[in-house]
């Protein structure tokens, strides 16, 4: 039994079957990237949008959902999918046509419901509207990309927004019975231990169903790329990404669905840190670290400080 409150296990006690995301590439892009706001993107995302590596870009939705289908089948003997749209910005485009793509990976058999991962400035009610319709008739998860709560690293690392919009969205789409799962970058330049527990705390309060944490990558042609050459980015190493994850875990509430707690950038593409393309090696790390504290997942949740949670 895992000591935290896996989402793999949740979608195998929801379906009563193996259930694998597939990642997939809509051809949209970002305000960050297109000039809305800037054209530099964030300072870890490629050209490809960040943690998108292996994804069969430019083809129909449904050829790459049946690609990754037979992946799938292959590795992991799946027999129900989640099409999970995950480069780039997947609610940045006009209604009509979030619609219609939805639609077709819907229509692919097998599939069983939808991640949509975007930015907390691509929200609108409108878009909300369509997410709330298709969560009414299908499984469906909003990955929301806040990254940090501290203003001064999402400043740093050029995203465009600041906490309050990440609050104000995730607000909107709560009123609207929408599964949030908030997206944390640990390692950010400048953050502290303290800082990331303190977006820890912010997660409990807000409620979010499900949350996602990274580690920084440092991926080639990238902003940060840049800085680290010049050695101007510490990385966590391995031990402290370990632990800090645990720390983290310790104090989460323990209904939060914990979605990721690693990644790798992909051999190709990744200058560093290296350690974290063994991503199994992380997991049982973790894991490992866990068991030698004796804690589990909110062990140190204190649910007198979030027994009124923001609602408005």
């Given at each position: 039994?895992?000591?935290?409150?896996?989402?793999?296990?949740?979608?195998?006690?929801?379906?009563?079957?193996?259930?694998?995301?597939?990642?997939?590439?809509?051809?949209?892009?970002?305000?960050?990237?297109?000039?809305?706001?800037?054209?530099?993107?964030?300072?870890?995302?490629?050209?490809?949008?960040?943690?998108?590596?292996?994804?069969?870009?430019?083809?129909?939705?449904?050829?790459?959902?049946?690609?990754?289908?037979q992946v799938m089948w292959r590795k992991y003997k799946a027999?129900?999918?989640?099409?999970?749209?995950?480069?780039?910005?997947?609610?940045?485009?006009?209604?009509?046509?979030?619609?219609?793509?939805?639609?077709?990976?819907?229509?692919?058999?097998?599939?069983?419901?939808?991640?949509?991962?975007?930015?907390?400035?691509?929200?609108?009610?409108?878009?909300?509207?369509?997410?709330?319709?298709?969560?009414?008739?299908?499984?469906?998860?909003?990955?929301?990309?806040?990254?940090?709560?501290?203003?001064?690293?999402?400043?740093?690392?050029?995203?465009?927004?600041?906490?309050?919009?990440?609050?104000?969205?995730?607000?909107?789409?709560?009123?609207?019975?929408?599964?949030?799962?908030?997206?944390?970058?640990?390692?950010?330049?400048?953050?502290?231990?303290?800082?990331?527990?303190?977006?820890?705390?912010?997660?409990?309060?807000?409620?979010?169903?499900?949350?996602?944490?990274?580690?920084?990558?440092?991926?080639?042609?990238?902003?940060?790329?840049?800085?680290?050459?010049?050695?101007?980015?510490?990385?966590?190493?391995?031990?402290?990404?370990?632990?800090?994850?645990?720390?983290?875990?310790?104090?989460?509430?323990?209904?939060?669905?914990?979605?990721?707690?690693?990644?790798?950038?992909?051999?190709?593409?990744?200058?560093?840190?290296?350690?974290?393309?063994?991503?199994?090696?992380?997991?049982?790390?973790?894991?490992?670290?866990?068991?030698?504290?004796?804690?589990?997942?909110?062990?140190?949740?204190?649910?007198?400080?979030?027994?009124?949670?923001?609602?408005?």
């Open positions: 039994m895992k000591r935290y409150n896996a989402f793999s296990d949740e979608l195998k006690r929801h379906f009563g079957c193996k259930v694998q995301r597939i990642s997939i590439d809509a051809g949209l892009t970002c305000p960050n990237r297109d000039g809305t706001l800037d054209t530099a993107g964030c300072i870890y995302c490629g050209g490809h949008g960040s943690g998108s590596h292996g994804i069969l870009r430019g083809l129909p939705v449904a050829v790459q959902i049946d690609d990754g289908k027999s129900r999918f989640i099409a999970y749209f995950q480069a780039y910005s997947n609610t940045y485009a006009p209604v009509e046509q979030l619609k219609q793509l939805y639609e077709e990976a819907l229509a692919v058999p097998d599939v069983v419901g939808l991640i949509i991962a975007t930015r907390p400035d691509c929200l609108p009610d409108a878009i909300l509207d369509l997410l709330e319709e298709f969560s009414q008739r299908s499984y469906l998860w909003l990955e929301l990309g806040m990254q940090s709560i501290h203003d001064s690293s999402l400043s740093l690392a050029n995203r465009c927004h600041d906490h309050a919009c990440s609050v104000d969205a995730i607000l909107r789409a709560r009123q609207r019975g929408l599964n949030v799962c908030a997206h944390i970058i640990l390692g950010l330049p400048g953050e502290t231990r303290e800082q990331m527990l303190e977006t820890t705390e912010e997660l409990n309060r807000l409620g979010v169903e499900g949350v996602k944490l990274h580690l920084l990558h440092v991926m080639k042609e990238t902003a940060l790329a840049t800085m680290y050459q010049r050695g101007d980015v510490p990385l966590l190493e391995k031990i402290d990404y370990v632990r800090v994850v645990c720390d983290i875990l310790e104090r989460l509430d323990p209904q939060i669905l914990i979605h990721r707690l690693t990644g790798d950038g992909g051999h190709d593409n990744l200058v560093a840190p290296l350690w974290s393309l063994k991503k199994f090696e992380v997991l049982n790390a973790i894991d490992a670290e866990l068991r030698q504290r004796g804690t589990s997942q909110g062990d140190l949740f204190n649910s007198g400080n979030v027994s009124r949670r923001a609602t408005s």
